[in-house]
């Protein structure tokens, strides 16, 4: 089969110790390898948007003036995120991210015999865990180490805007998010996914990044059991990601006072493990913070 990508990118895709491969301004291309980031060449004028356009044919979306922003993979899982102009000022830009490629375990996240412990206890002993971090540090691939710990014997639900947590546990179901059709039809977001995975018998749940309405779901639904369950959230420090998930609270159920809505994120969340990328690329748990003692 024919690769609908640029040939650069596509050897980039190819290398595996190349993890994101990132478009600028329409032709300059950029990847990371083990943490840095390098310029690595340009692309001609217009091969982004033909890129896309192959990408997109069987699929019925659309990159497009009127739709200048997409989320998708490839066949073999990488995720694609590409914005074009008017959104991109300076011309198209994309995002790849290879999946699978470097599969991480608790270990590569720290080297404090304590905190290794410490992480794997809250998996064992059924923690419902917030992982925070900001843009690139490493939630996802820490979600993805925490979720391969789990016992075996557990049946584990994934839900995730766009696919991309690299899992190796063998009782695993994964539900990926919908766009809206060109003509606005037919979207499946977060939210419906987790109603949807509350009636499959999970075990654990695993949500890739909570960030809207489906927070109060989710809060909800831990506050009623499912035990051991898994999710991610941008913030900077452990604090603030129970911060933003109570403004996500808030913000989605505007009748709740803040005082309510701190006893439902206590009740919901019993540990948050905060990750960062450090100064030499590396991803690492920096903090690991408990909001109450469980029995």
Known sequence: MISPLPPLIRDLLDDHQVTD?????????????????????HLQPGDVEAMF???????GRRLDRLHPVVDTRLPDGTRVCGVIPPIAVDGACAAFRSLGKNMFGIDDFTDDSF??????????????????????????SLLAALVDDASLDDRIVVLEDTTELAVTHPHVVRLECRPATAEGRGAIDLDALLRTSLRLRPDRIVVGEIRGIEA????????????????TIHANSA??????????LRRSTPGLDRTTVDEMITAAIHTVVHVERLGNGRRAITRVHSLHTTS
């Open 21 to 41: 491969v990132l478009v600028n301004n329409g032709t300059d291309v950029w990847a990371e390898r083990r943490g840095r980031v390098d310029f690595c060449g």
């Open 53 to 59: 356009e192959r990408i997109l044919a069987s699929s």
């Open 115 to 140: 905190v290794r412990t410490a992480v794997r206890d809250l998996v064992a002993a059924r923690h419902n865990v917030l992982v925070s971090g900001a843009t690139g540090a490493g939630k996802t």
């Open 216 to 231: 109060v779901t989710l809060v909800n639904a831990l506050n009623t059991g499912h035990r051991g369950s898994l999710a």
């Open 239 to 248: 604090t603030n990601a129970i911060a933003r998930l109570g403004l996500l």
